[in-house]
């Protein structure tokens, strides 16, 4: 038997202000979420890339090309349900953060290291009030419980859909301060995610590239963008 999937069946995409946000309309119907809720997003900007995932649809529905509606519907279905959860989950990565943990050798790569993630920490040093402290190696060692509240109390803080595209920032970056970086515009956001893949990059130019690896790792990258994205459309003006 073959799989049933979705076709187009409308004609016209609206959106439209509801007394919480914004959502869209097809053919004058509201679009539901996978577990069925009103997909209601809280800004204008969010519905209309929405809207323009729906509207460039054509024949079958095809998911893998409407990534602001996958992210709308992880913020309604999934986050709202247990954010708390996941708020916690993420703020777990402070406490091992990629920034802190510095190779010994080779020179290089430890100058690399500090030279691109020294920056950084002391953004967040200043605008997150974290001063997490640098180790050398790989073996854990706890930071300072304050930093590490004061990060999980902002981490709190996000709203369902920010904290939906915080998940991605900080899970594909692999880093508690590089997510917050992303999100509060440190830097440009592709040359935030380079410097989550300086440990990679420096195997490559090592030991050469790993055509499957960097496959694998322009998928991940597509993701980190689309959640720069999809957090700055969630964003109330």
């Known amino acids: 038997m073959s799989e049933w999937k979705q076709k187009r069946f409308w004609t016209k995409v609206d959106v439209a202000e509801v007394d919480d946000g ?9 679009v539901k979420t996978p577990a069925k809720a009103a997909l209601t997003v809280p800004t204008m900007a969010l519905a209309s890339a929405v809207a323009a995932e729906w509207d460039a649809q054509i ?10 509606t996958r992210s709308a519907n992880a913020a309604i279905d999934k986050v709202r349900i247990q954010h708390s959860e996941v708020a916690d ?21 430890v100058t690399r290291q500090a030279e691109e993630w020294d920056p950084v920490l002391a953004w967040a040093r200043v ?39 915080f998940h991605d920032l900080v899970s594909l970056s692999g880093s508690l301060i590089l997510g ?31 055509e499957e690896a960097q496959l694998a790792s322009e998928v991940k990258k597509e993701s980190f963008l689309h959640a720069k994205r999809f957090f700055d459309a969630s964003q109330l003006s």
């Open 22 to 30: 914004f959502t869209v309309h097809l053919d004058g119907r509201g």
């Open 127 to 165: 605008e997150l009030d974290a001063p997490l402290e640098i180790r050398s190696g790989v073996m854990h060692a706890p930071q300072a419980d304050i930093p590490l509240l004061g990060l999980s109390v902002k981490t709190h803080a996000l709203t369902d859909f920010e904290l939906a595209a």
């Open 180 to 210: 917050f970086a992303a999100a509060r515009g440190f830097a440009p956001i592709e040359e935030l995610w380079l410097k989550s893949r300086l440990d990679e990059h420096w195997q490559e130019e090592q030991w050469g590239p790993d």
């Open 89 to 109: 989950m993420l703020a777990a990565y402070g406490d091992a953060d990629l920034l802190c943990y510095r190779a010994t050798d080779p020179i290089e790569l």
């Open 59 to 68: 024949g079958v529905v095809n998911p893998n090309l409407m990534p602001f």
